[in-house]
């Protein structure tokens, strides 16, 4: 089984709906993080979070937010669906070591279309 | 802020040698990360380099210098496989990764 699971894997939506999007992850990581993903960008930091009481904005959370449900649980959710959303979405975890240098390791993503 | 540059595409022959440049500006650097990423799927650790010199993993070597901001992922007896995109990745501090655009490598047979 995979250490870091998405789900849905496609998702095809119309403007205006909320989605959820759920990420977990058996690999015993504090760290959890959501990016975005466009052709010519890279990939853009939306949230991170360090346990459970922790959640942390990134360089593009306007349009998003995100629950920590537990350690190994994060999901990313889009209130009022637009079509700039659309975009190939990643959850990634890592160990909370006192070195930031740890890798940091994605699932298979989620392929969102907004309509 | 991070400022990230690495080529968009590259192209080479199989069995060949490509070198993928990344350069950087950025305050409070910690150490670079190359991933690789197979169009529609999920990037995969490739190195990190934290200090000065170069790493060397099997086909793949990946070199950094701090003083210039630049780092370089050198593939070498290039396959087909190979054929993919290259992120180049700055980690701070702060726990996070600032990723470069990436770089389009195709392998010609």
């Known amino acids: 089984d995979a250490d870091v699971t998405q789900t849905p894997r496609n998702r095809i939506t119309k403007t205006g709906k909320r989605i959820m999007l759920e990420c977990s992850q058996t690999k015993g990581h504090d760290r959890m993080y959501w990016y975005r993903q466009d052709p010519g960008l890279g990939l853009r930091l939306i949230y991170y979070?360090?346990?459970?009481?922790?959640?942390n904005k990134g360089e593009i959370s306007d349009g998003y937010s995100v629950s920590r449900q537990a350690q190994a649980k994060f999901s990313l959710s889009l209130e009022s669906a637009i079509p700039n959303q659309t975009a190939l979405y990643f959850c990634a975890t890592a160990t909370l070591t006192g070195d930031p240098s740890s890798t940091q390791y994605f699932g298979p993503g989620t392929r969102l279309t907004v309509l | 802020g991070q400022n990230i540059d690495q080529p968009t595409e590259m192209t080479a022959t199989e069995g060949a040698i490509v070198q993928i440049n990344c350069t950087y500006q950025t305050s409070g650097f910690n150490g670079l990360f190359w991933y690789q990423q197979h169009a529609g799927e999920a990037p995969t650790f490739l190195s990190y380099n934290v200090l000065d010199g170069l790493e060397e993993k099997g086909r793949f070597s990946s070199f950094l210098s701090r003083s210039k901001g630049y780092s370089y992922l050198l593939l070498k007896e290039l396959q087909m496989k190979d054929s993919a995109s290259y992120l180049c990745?700055?980690?701070?501090?702060?726990?996070?990764?600032?990723f470069g655009a990436g770089t389009t490598v195709t392998v010609r047979a």
């Open positions: 990745a700055l980690t701070s501090n702060d726990y996070k990764l600032s």
């Open positions: 979070s360090f346990d459970v009481k922790d959640i």
